[in-house]
T-cell receptor, first 113, second 115 residues
Framework: GNSVTQMEGPVTLSEEAFLTINCTYT??????LFWYVQYPGEGLQLLLK?????DKGSNKGFEATYRKETTSFHLEKGSVQVSDSAVYFC????????????FGTGTRLLVSP | DVKVTQSSRYLVKRTGEKVFLECVQD?????MFWYRQDPGLGLRLIYF???????EKGDIPEGYSVSREKKERFSLILESASTNQTSMYLC??????????????FGSGTQLSVL
């Protein structure tokens, strides 16, 4: 079946450091790929998405590129802020519809001043 | 602003109790979902509904049922709560149809403890 693998956390960085959170997937067909973010005490919210190979999703300085050849969708940000501290989830939706998402286990990011 | 509201932020129940978790969305969305979130396991789909009175099992439906009598409300029911159902429960909704790239809107979650 479909699955998503994320790097284990927590990832601890200083403010203005470069961020990479790795995500790889296993899926039949060509899924859409997503990054969701969960701030403390809140539900998840969509950060960015990509729907086909070589698409780049971007939002709030975060970027991720849909790499079909490596089945990856790594999240990057050039300069993190304390306010980026959160849990980040990689997810895919299979082509059978209804936006049923398969989530990774989540990666906690801690950014210190 | 769009809103998915879960009735309780924290809930404590006893083993064997019948538990209702309520979720309401104000966006006229067709699709609604219940996930549970556990450390190290991420989010797992319990049930979803794509229309009023319609429901489909997700990946872990055992021990749960759902009800969708009105479009805006989706209830998760634990018929006889057990300690292994202690978890964070997240409700989500999305626009209708079979599109696979629509975003999900999540509620803030209900942390359920079963003693």
């Amino acid at each position: 079946g479909n699955s998503v693998t994320q790097m284990e956390g927590p990832v601890t960085l200083s403010e203005e450091a470069f961020l990479t959170i790795n995500c790889t997937y296993t899926a039949t067909g060509y899924p859409s790929l997503f990054w969701y973010v969960q701030y403390p005490g809140e539900g998840l919210q969509l950060l960015l998405k990509a729907t086909k190979a070589d698409d780049k999703g971007s939002n709030k300085g975060f970027e991720a590129t849909y790499r079909k050849e490596t089945t990856s969708f790594h999240l990057e940000k050039g300069s993190v802020q304390v306010s980026d501290s959160a849990v980040y989830f990689c997810a895919l939706s299979d082509r059978k519809g209804f936006q049923k998402l398969v989530f990774g286990t989540g990666t906690r990011l801690l950014v210190s001043p | 602003d769009v809103k998915v509201t879960q009735s309780s932020r924290y809930l404590v129940k006893r083993t064997g109790e019948k538990v209702f978790l309520e979720c309401v969305q104000d966006m006229d969305h067709e699709n609604m979902f219940w996930y549970r979130q556990d450390p190290g396991l991420g989010l797992r789909l319990i049930y979803f509904s794509y229309d009023v009175k319609m429901k489909e099992k997700g990946d872990i439906p055992e021990g749960y049922s759902v009800s969708r009598e009105k479009k805006e409300r989706f209830s998760l029911i634990l018929e006889s709560a057990s300690t292994n159902q202690t978890s964070m429960y997240l409700c989500a909704s999305s626009f209708g149809g079979a599109a696979t790239n629509e975003k999900l809107f999540f509620g803030s979650g209900t942390q359920l403890s079963v003693l």
